[in-house]
């Protein structure tokens, strides 16, 4: 056995048995290694930053690690993105980044880097294997790490010298730590303060936003206490059976004035929430002036736990509220909107699919008739860096390949990531891509505006459009390997996403909006 044996046998221990992959190298004794520990299914991505956000999408689904496999310095920063994404997601990964040979690195080759200091930021856990009788219990420790709480990437730097060096031991179990419940004095003060409000809002993220985390908010929402979700949420369940919050409006001033008259927020699960943007002369703290916070749970703790507490102390009744199964009846017609795309989703949809949303200014035609549709659940763009949507997606298709999955994405945002697709079809993962082509960078258009920077004009416009030359989408797509169809009418959509949802594999949509 040696130190990339250790690493994998460790992995698969630990119930680490997928692989995201770009490797170089530095890495082939990892790869050779798989051949001897076939429990490890490694996939491959034309892209660092395919493999960092399926990693992303596995672990949300999974609630258990994949590891990505990375090329040095240069690797991890090409997934970069999708790694800020996956720690605002607080998703365990290990991501596994090869380095030179420990006596190479003095000669400063051209790829050397100082990989440490390069995934700090983004990682809750670093450590380098500095020797082959490490491997395994670095390993372990940073399966552990990866699941903090509240969790998020961990980073195992792997010398090629520990990876083809021999080791005699054996695989290393992690302890996987557990989420406390919050205080008893937590929820004491929680129970006081919303008694003695008068218009009290409860806002969720994270743990809390599970179904059962949803049906102990439901009943909250009966004793007298308004529920908001945050704006972006890791996973999310939605649609018929599921209580449906109300969600913090993106938009900064819209947030306050939805919350105006508020006294007293409490978080369980997230943090007080801020606008996405400083904008000029707007607050930055979306809390209404005089309105008192407090934590009930932290992201780290048990929310679901501190929501029934909560529950059961105000006197909520045992059940709270849930959205109906209200489909659509008839098929929408005329030329093709998000909205009435929505109408096509909330038909077609079916119960148990996970939808992961890089749709950007087309995901609220999606999202309102999404509620009443099938039960199913979301992954939403936690950290901002889009181009998430269709790695999410592979990464959640090979967690759970019995279900239907659906990668919503702006053109701009799908135009990131879009390698992807090959991994779909390599993979034939039962995934329905669908691209809103608007040809435009619409939030930035939008966004312009509201930062006091005027409207674009005929240079800015250089920068905020797509449709010179436009994209053939359809091509690309089936280039990749992903049978594609172009729709420009709500007729043809719907056509199209009944078919992608009645049949499993691949499929490609080009929504024309």
């Known amino acids: 056995m040696n130190g990339a044996d250790a690493l994998i046998s460790t992995f698969v221990a630990n119930g680490v048995t997928a692989c995201f992959a770009n490797p170089g190298t530095s890495e082939m004794q990892f790869v050779a290694a798989l051949d001897r520990n076939p429990q490890m299914r490694p996939v491959l991505c034309l892209f660092e930053g395919v493999a960092t956000g399926a990693a992303d999408g596995y672990g949300r689904i999974a609630g258990s690690p994949a590891c990505t496999l990375l090329h040095l310095g240069p690797g991890y920063g090409n997934g970069l993105a999708n790694l800020h994404n996956a720690r605002r997601a607080f998703t365990p990964i290990v991501n596994v980044i090869g380095d030179h040979a420990t006596y ?54 792997l010398p090629a010298d520990s990876a083809w060096l021999e080791t005699s031991g054996g695989p290393v179990i992690a302890q996987k730590p557990l989420r406390p419940a919050p205080a008893d004095a937590a929820v004491e003060e929680a129970v006081r303060a919303i008694r003695a409000a008068s218009k009290p809002v409860l806002l969720i993220g994270g743990h809390a936003c599970s179904a059962e985390g949803l049906r102990q908010a439901a009943r909250l929402s009966l004793a007298g206490v308004t529920v908001y979700a945050d704006t972006f949420v890791a996973r999310q369940s939605r649609g018929a059976g599921h209580y449906a919050p109300r969600r913090m409006q993106y938009f900064g001033e819209m947030a306050l004035a939805e919350l105006e008259g508020v006294d007293l927020m409490v978080f369980a699960g997230t943090t007080e929430p801020v606008a996405f943007f400083a904008y000029p002369n707007r607050p930055s ?89 099938a039960p199913h659940e979301v992954l939403a763009l936690t950290g901002g860096a889009i181009g998430a949507g269709l790695p999410l997606a592979v990464g959640a298709a090979v967690a759970a390949p019995d279900r239907k999955v659906v990668s919503l994405n702006g053109d701009g945002a799908a135009m990131y990531t879009v390698q992807a697709l090959w991994t779909i079809a390599r993979e034939n993962l039962d995934v329905c891509a669908i691209v809103f082509a608007n040809n435009t960078y619409r939030i930035l258009n939008i966004e312009m505006t509201r930062t006091g920077a005027g409207q674009a004009g005929p240079q800015a416009a250089k920068l905020l459009e797509l449709g010179d030359p436009a994209i053939d989408w359809v091509s690309l797509a089936k280039g990749l390997g992903v049978p594609a169809v172009r729709c420009a009418t709500a007729e043809a959509f719907d056509q199209a996403f009944a078919a992608a949802m009645a049949n499993r594999g691949p499929m490609f949509i080009e929504a024309v909006i």
């Open 104 to 157: 190479h690195r003095q000669y400063d080759a051209p790829l050397n880097s100082d990989i440490a200091a390069i995934v700090a930021p983004n990682s809750v856990w670093v450590r380098s294997a500095e020797s082959p009788d490490e491997v395994a219990a670095v390993a372990a420790e940073a399966v552990a790490a990866s699941y903090g709480p509240p969790g998020g990437p961990a980073s195992l730097i």
């Open 285 to 373: 703290v979306l809390v209404p002036d005089g309105a008192k916070t407090l934590s009930l749970a932290g992201r780290g703790e048990d929310a679901v736990a501190g929501l029934a507490a909560l529950a059961d102390a105000l006197g909520a009744p045992r059940e709270g509220p849930t959205q109906p199964l209200r489909k659509p009846d008839a098929a929408p017609s005329g030329k093709l909107s998000p909205q009435l795309a929505g109408l096509s989703f909330a038909r077609h949809l079916p119960e148990g699919a996970i939808v992961c949303d890089d749709s950007v200014t087309s995901g609220g035609g999606i999202a309102a008739p999404a509620m009443t549709a």
